[in-house]
């Protein structure tokens, strides 16, 4: 993983980078996305409102929602450590948990799917 700061309006950021495929998976204030050829971010594009993916590498500290569940926008999915803090996760709207693709304990790396939504 790689990071670049940013400034944007006089305030410092810090933007995590993974190289993967033909393109990378970009991360900021708790923000994924896959940036590629357009061919391919057509595709990622509709997976965006249904995946809740790793912000960065982490541990997988607590998941608070089971496949079934019904989510509302804002509520708190997983809970993620890296850097000494913690990360919460939460549903970017309202549906239902189709599947995890975590458990607590889990060694985690940026990008990875962690919850998916129902279409």
């Known amino acids: 993983m790689s990071w670049i700061e940013v400034v944007i ?5 810090r933007v995590a980078i993974v190289r ?3 393109g990378a998976w970009i991360s900021w204030k708790g923000t994924v ?3 590629g050829p357009e061919r391919r971010a057509a595709a990622e594009q509709g997976a ?5 993916r790793a912000p960065m590498t ?9 496949p079934g569940s019904s989510v ?19 549903s970017p709207r309202d549906g239902n948990v ?4 975590c458990k607590e304990g889990d060694r985690v790396d940026l990008g ?7 279409p």
């Open 9 to 13: 309006g006089g305030v410092k950021s």
């Open 20 to 22: 993967a495929r033909e």
């Open 33 to 35: 996305r896959y940036i």
């Open 48 to 52: 965006a409102d249904r995946d809740v």
């Open 58 to 66: 982490g541990r997988v500290i607590k998941v608070a929602t089971k």
């Open 72 to 90: 509302r926008r804002g509520e708190v999915l997983v809970v993620l450590e890296a850097m000494k803090m913690e990360y919460r996760l939460v």
């Open 98 to 101: 189709e599947s995890l693709g």
């Open 112 to 118: 990875r799917v962690l919850v998916t939504l129902a």
